[in-house]
T-cell receptor, first 113, second 114 residues
Framework: GAGVSQTPSNKVTEKGKYVELRCDPISGHTALYWYRQSLGQGPEFLIYFQGTGAADDSGLPNDRFFAVRPEGSVSTLKIQRTERGDSAVYLC???????????FGQGTRLTVV | GDSVTQMEGPVTLSEEAFLTINCTYT??????LFWYVQYPGEGLQLLLK?????DKGSNKGFEATYRKETTSFHLEKGSVQVSDSAVYFCALSPLSGGYNKLIFGAGTRLAVHP
């Protein structure tokens, strides 16, 4: 498809486990963003990539969260030692350039039990 | 820091009613302002935007005007349809770093009944 693709769509994991969430941006988009949306809230910024590099990771809540984009396309958000408070919908967005319109994926719903 | 406040929902209207969803913001500098919509089972979609004071964004019958003097960006539609039922998010982008880092409000759920 032509849109931003996120996998899996749903992930249930046990407290303390490690998870990886994948984002396939729109082809050719250089900018990629991760957001987290808790129930009843708006999305909150986590990290921004321009190409392969994380240009702004100021929204990552702590060092259990890490994201990579090794080839400047697909990105993976990694969460270590998951906690119940990490349960949320994780959204990925991409844009053609840094200040152009962001297109969002449908998100990955993470549930930590 | 920068923030967005929007009216709490849910907002329940009959078809063809007039819609207003209030949004105010706090920001240093001159942010760009956005309304995003999330239809059931779908991802966030950009509905409209305005990049400077007094700009009016419009799309699909929705409008919002960037009011710097009142730091507001209220969403309006003259006649809503059942298909407009969704969650609406007001957002700003400081663009201070030259990239589109979005700060969202909490969202307002709109339900339109026939």
């Amino acid at each position: 498809g032509a849109g931003v693709s996120q996998t899996p769509s749903n992930k249930v994991t046990e407290k303390g486990k490690y998870v990886e969430l994948r984002c396939d941006p729109i082809s050719g988009h250089t900018a990629l963003y991760w957001y987290r949306q808790s129930l009843g809230q708006g999305p909150e910024f986590l990290i921004y990539f321009q190409g392969t590099g994380a240009a702004d990771d100021s929204g990552l809540p702590n060092d259990r969260f890490f994201a990579v984009r090794p080839e400047g396309s697909v990105s993976t958000l990694k969460i270590q030692r998951t906690e119940r408070g990490d349960s949320a919908v994780y959204l990925c967005a991409s844009s053609l350039e840094a200040n152009s319109e962001a297109f969002f994926g449908q998100g990955t719903r993470l549930t930590v039990v | 820091g920068d923030s967005v406040t929007q009216m709490e929902g849910p907002v329940t209207l009959s078809e063809e009613a007039f819609l207003t969803i209030n949004c105010t913001y706090t920001a240093t500098g001159y942010p760009s302002l956005f309304w995003y919509v999330q239809y059931p089972g779908e991802g966030l979609q950009l509905l409209l935007k305005a990049t400077k004071a007094d700009d009016k964004g419009s799309n699909k019958g929705f409008e919002a005007t960037y009011r710097k003097e009142t730091t507001s960006f209220h969403l309006e539609k003259g006649s809503v349809q059942v298909s407009d039922s969704a969650v609406y998010f007001c957002a700003l982008s400081p663009l201070s770093g030259g990239y589109n880092k979005l700060i969202f409000g909490a969202g307002t759920r709109l339900a339109v009944h026939p």
